[in-house]
């Protein structure tokens, strides 16, 4: 357990609280938690992480990155780690969550690696798995699963990313011939940013229009070989290569433009929609609407593989600055003999144990999300709401993860000093890499937009057959809140409870109940006047209707980013019963708490306004983080060892020990020099002795 010295050597518990503090962290027992369900699956992925032979070398050009990424995925067909999703007939497991649990993993290795893997077996194989039928399964998917056949996911178009209804390429049935006409009308429907399009694809799943008899069927997904063995464009098929990118030069990105490429009929992945021999289409699912969706929503999986592999990448990020952070000395703030541990540092703790509370919660949310994830896609759990909520809690959690994960290794790499920004302590390199997570499998913002509809439409139905009884009482309850708030009641409430005693408000403040009330309240707050705004827009012309939600638009991502919080605060209550160590529970508890609480600092101005917090209680709040971050700083080096990552996870010297050698040595050299005598005496102390 990590020794605390140096200005946060304190009694971290006041008598007055009552708890015996805790001694150990059960690291062992954490880790085990943390590792979930499919804990085998983590192993064999770390294990395999951990080889040379899939490690980022950094320096290469990106030529040689693409060489070495392209070689390592026939590394994991040999290891035979990355077929757990396809069917065991041919050779997988039929382990949805397993797969996910595994193949996050990865981007300790090399993010290039991860998302390059991604590309060939969760989007390219995943699409011919999930849209097409057997037929189509035992035409392709062995070769893709060897990666005889790498392939693209060409979905994405350079003028539309994330509005997928509106891309423009068309597949144009030819009944005459029973063929599609794959064409690409403009510069704009050119399919862009797609993995293993610039040089190794083979083979793409192409998302377009499909168009038989003169209508339009909305879009569907068709298998397109787009090269020959020698790596030539088949006729009527185009493309570039993207270039150099931000980060993941390890994956050969690039575009794809068709010009009446013909396919024969049954390269239809036809599982939701299908074209017969005379045109005539027929679907399974009437609403175009729903069917959309559908298709789309089968491949929500690249959503939930990011917000893992970003939890992950914050774990990396924290062991390495954590392990830093307890090593390093700077400044004599509380000895003349001996500089502070930088972690000591309150200023430190906040920049790194508050975004540790976050991680431990984004990780808990995270597997609760990939239980969700494989009961719909074994079928344990597979109803059109099961499926919705799975979309929605995907699309709620991926951005927080993501843009949380950008956040900490900024702060990690800030908190490094000038040893954070050398490439061999990988701050720098994963920040590149990561950054274009927070914008593909779905802009974080259009994304969120997605999650507040989910939740007015939610809110809508709630009340849509209630009877005027319900309706009078809810009005009643909302002028009796208002009432409440506004003017000013709640605080003047709380204000007299505590009577101005700080012990109170901090009780008030750790109170799960509390907790939850407050992230809960700001949610449906929110929504409620969210929802009452936009009401009338149904009444509205389509411009005006689009005018009024535009305007109301950022308050509809901040509510669901709100929400979102909520699932990942709820998540790890949800888990600290099943943490059987007392201790540990206790250490997890105030981990939460710190979490919670950060969250209602980060918005204390609502709270105030909107009448949720009396003024005491927020001047309370960051004076209990601060007792949270003294209590929780003795095992924030067992907090990160639970992550479980060891050095050949980590590749950073900063983290390898190196720096507690250097300060023992500088040590040992100051107090030789103090031993014999002959270290120069301070020019201050010089003339304090010739002045006396």
């Given at each position: ?19 015996t503090p805790p001694s150990r962290l059960d690291t062992e027992a954490l880790g085990e938690r943390l590792l979930g369900r499919w804990a085998d699956k983590r192993r064999l992925a770390r294990r395999l ?68 893997a991604g590309v060939q077996w969760g989007l390219f194989g995943a699409a011919v798995l999930h849209l097409g039928t057997k037929e189509h399964h035992d035409k392709w998917l062995p070769a893709i699963m ?502 050949e996870h980590l590749r950073a010297p900063i983290a390898s020990g190196a720096e507690r050698r250097r300060q023992e040595e500088a040590a040992a050299y100051a107090a030789a020099l103090r031993a014999e ?16």
């Amino acid at each position: 357990m990590t020794q605390v010295t140096g200005p946060a050597a304190v009694d971290v518990e006041r008598p007055e609280d009552g708890i015996t503090p805790p001694s150990r962290l059960d690291t062992e027992a954490l880790g085990e938690r943390l590792l979930g369900r499919w804990a085998d699956k983590r192993r064999l992925a770390r294990r395999l992480a951990g080889q040379p032979e899939l490690a980022r070398i950094d320096g290469q050009t990106m030529a040689e990155h693409r060489e070495r990424v392209s070689a390592q995925l026939k590394y994991l067909v040999d290891t035979g780690s990355v077929h757990y999703a396809f069917p065991e007939r041919l050779g997988g497991e039929d382990n949805h969550g397993g797969n996910i649990a595994g193949f996050e993993e990865l981007v300790i290795a090399d993010p290039s690696l991860q998302i390059k893997a991604g590309v060939q077996w969760g989007l390219f194989g995943a699409a011919v798995l999930h849209l097409g039928t057997k037929e189509h399964h035992d035409k392709w998917l062995p070769a893709i699963m060897s990666l005889e056949v790498p392939g693209a996911f060409a979905m994405t178009e350079t003028g539309h990313g994330s509005d997928v209804a509106s891309i423009a390429t068309t597949a144009t049935f030819d009944p005459d011939t029973e063929e599609f006409v794959i064409s690409t009308p403009h510069r704009a429907a050119w399919k862009d940013y797609l993995g293993n399009a610039a040089k190794d694809g083979l083979a793409a799943v192409v998302f377009a229009k499909l168009i038989t008899r003169g209508v339009d069927h909305g879009v569907h997904a068709f298998y397109v070989p787009i090269r020959d063995a020698e790596r030539n464009f088949l006729p009527g098929v185009g493309g570039e290569d993207d270039g150099l990118k931000g980060g993941l030069n390890g994956i050969d990105n690039g575009r794809l433009h068709f010009d009446g490429v013909r396919i024969p009929r049954s390269n239809l992945l036809d599982r939701y929609g299908q074209v017969h021999p005379d045109g005539r289409y027929t679907s399974p699912i009437a609403s175009p609407g729903r069917r959309f969706f559908t298709m789309l929503g089968t491949l929500v999986q690249g959503r939930v593989s990011l917000d893992g592999a970003a939890v992950a990448a914050s774990k990396v990020a924290l062991a390495i600055s954590v392990k830093y952070a307890t090593e390093r000395r700077q400044f004599h703030a509380g000895s003349a003999l001996e500089e502070e541990v930088l972690l000591d540092y309150q200023r430190h703790q906040r920049r790194l144990l508050t975004r540790l509370a976050t991680t431990y919660a984004a990780a808990f949310a995270h597997e609760e999300l990939l239980e969700k994830f494989d009961g719909v896609f074994s079928g344990a759990h597979d109803t059109d709401g099961d499926r919705q909520d799975l979309e929605t809690l995907a699309a709620a959690l991926k951005p927080l993860s993501t843009w949380h994960a950008l956040d900490t290794l900024q702060e990690c790499r800030e908190a490094c000093g000038g040893a954070g920004f050398l490439a061999e302590n990988r701050f720098t390199s994963l920040r590149a890499d990561l950054d274009v997570y927070a914008t593909f499998e779905g802009d974080n913002n259009v994304l969120l937009q997605l999650v507040a509809k989910r939740l007015l439409a939610d809110y809508a139905k709630e009340f849509r057959n209630a009877d005027f009884g319900a309706l009078a009482r809810w009005v009643a309850s909302q002028a009796a809140d208002a009432t409440l708030h506004r003017t000013g009641l709640r605080q003047v409430a709380q204000t007299f409870a505590d009577t101005g005693s700080v012990r109170k408000s901090a009780t008030y403040l750790k109170d799960e109940d509390t907790q939850r009330q407050l992230l809960t309240d700001r949610v449906s707050s929110m929504v409620r006047d969210i929802a009452a705004d936009l009401k009338r827009a149904s009444r509205l012309p389509q411009s005006e209707a689009a005018a009024l939600f535009n305007s109301r638009q950022h308050d509809l991502i901040e509510a669901a980013k709100a929400h979102a919080e909520l699932l990942q605060w709820e998540a790890f209550t949800r888990a600290l019963p099943s943490i059987d160590d007392g201790d540990t529970r206790q250490i997890m508890t105030w981990v939460r708490d710190l979490f919670g609480l950060g969250l209602v600092e980060k918005n204390l101005a609502w709270y105030l306004m909107h009448g949720r917090l009396s003024a005491q209680r927020a001047k309370t709040l960051g004076d209990y983080i601060h007792r949270l971050l003294l209590r929780l700083r003795p095992f924030a080096q067992d907090l990160v060892d639970a992550f479980g990552y060891g050095p050949e996870h980590l590749r950073a010297p900063i983290a390898s020990g190196a720096e507690r050698r250097r300060q023992e040595e500088a040590a040992a050299y100051a107090a030789a020099l103090r031993a014999e005598g002959t270290a120069p005496v301070p020019e201050k102390q010089a003339r304090a002795g010739a002045g006396g």
